[in-house]
C-alpha cells in the first residue's frame, strides 16, 4: 500500500529557531498534499495545502510567513516552523493525496515539535 | 460551522461488546466518508470507508452503516479487543473539494 515517511518523529528546539520537517511519499506521486496540526485531544486542523510546483494554500488564521511550505517534487513536502515560540508547540502530520486516485489519501505517522 | 458531527466523544467497551460511533453531517455534496484510527503518537489510518450509494459496508469486524436520508453514517466495532483502543475520526469529503471535513474525534478504550 501507500506510505508517506514524516521525519522527523519528534523535535525538540529553541525558542527563536526554526525547525524543519519532511513529509515523502515513497511509492507513488503526491501531486496534493496536505499538512495538518493536531492539539491533544483533539481533532486535525488543516493548516495548508500545496500542490507540487505552486504555492501553498494557506487556511484562515494560519500564518504563512511563519508556517513555511514547499512542495518541491511529487515525492516531498517540506514545512518549515520558522522563528518558533512555545505555542507552536503540537502534534503536525502530513498526509498526500495519489493522484489519479480521487480518494487516496494517506497520512505520515506526526511529528510531535517541542519548542522551549 | 462544523460540517461533521461526531459522537460521542468517548467511549469505554468491554472486550467482546460492540462499539457504535456515530456521525452526521451537513453537506449534501459530501461523496466519501471515511473512517480514521488513530494510536497515540502515530498519523492517523485509514479503516473503512463508504460512499452514499451504498448503506453498508463490512470488512472484518468493522461495518459502517450510511443513511442518506438521514445524514447520518457510523462505525460498529464488533468483538471489540483492547488492541481496538484508540481514537477514531470520521471524515466526509466532495463537493468539488479535495479536503477531508474530520469529526471530532472518539476515544475508545475497550476493557478486558
Known amino acids: 500500500g501507500a506510505v508517506v515517511s514524516q521525519h522527523p518523529s519528534w523535535v525538540i528546539c529553541k525558542s527563536g529557531t526554526s525547525v524543519k520537517i519532511e513529509c515523502r511519499s515513497l511509492?507513488?506521486?503526491?501531486?496534493?498534499m496536505f499538512w495538518y496540526r493536531q492539539f491533544p485531544k483533539q481533532s486535525l486542523m488543516l493548516m495548508a495545502t500545496?500542490?507540487?510546483?505552486?504555492?501553498?494554500?494557506?487556511e484562515q488564521g494560519v500564518e504563512k510567513d511563519k508556517f513555511l511550505i514547499n512542495h518541491a517534487s511529487l515525492t516531498l513536502s517540506t514545512l518549515t516552523v520558522t522563528s518558533a515560540h512555545p505555542e507552536d508547540s503540537s502534534f503536525y502530520i502530513c498526509?498526500?493525496?495519489?493522484?489519479?486516485?480521487?480518494?487516496?489519501?494517506?497520512f505520515g505517522s506526526g511529528t510531535r515539535l517541542t519548542v522551549v | 460551522q462544523q460540517q461533521v458531527k461526531q459522537s460521542p466523544q468517548s467511549l469505554i467497551v468491554q472486550k467482546g461488546g460492540i462499539s457504535i460511533i456515530n456521525c452526521a453531517y451537513e453537506n449534501t455534496a459530501f461523496d466519501y466518508f471515511p473512517w480514521y484510527q488513530q494510536f497515540p503518537g502515530k498519523g492517523p489510518a485509514l479503516l473503512i470507508a463508504i460512499r452514499p450509494d451504498v448503506s453498508e459496508k463490512k470488512e472484518g469486524r468493522f461495518t459502517i452503516s450510511f443513511n442518506k436520508s438521514a445524514k447520518q453514517f457510523s462505525l460498529h466495532i464488533m468483538d471489540s479487543q483492547p488492541g481496538d483502543s484508540a481514537t477514531y475520526f470520521c471524515?466526509?469529503?466532495?463537493?468539488?473539494?479535495?479536503?477531508?471535513?474530520f469529526g471530532k474525534g472518539t476515544k475508545l478504550s475497550v476493557i478486558p
Open positions: 471524515a466526509a469529503i466532495g463537493a468539488g473539494s479535495y479536503q477531508l471535513t
Open positions: 498526509s498526500a493525496r495519489e493522484a489519479p486516485i480521487l480518494y487516496g489519501y494517506t
Open positions: 511509492d507513488f506521486q503526491a501531486t496534493t
Open positions: 500545496s500542490n507540487e510546483g505552486s504555492k501553498a494554500t494557506y
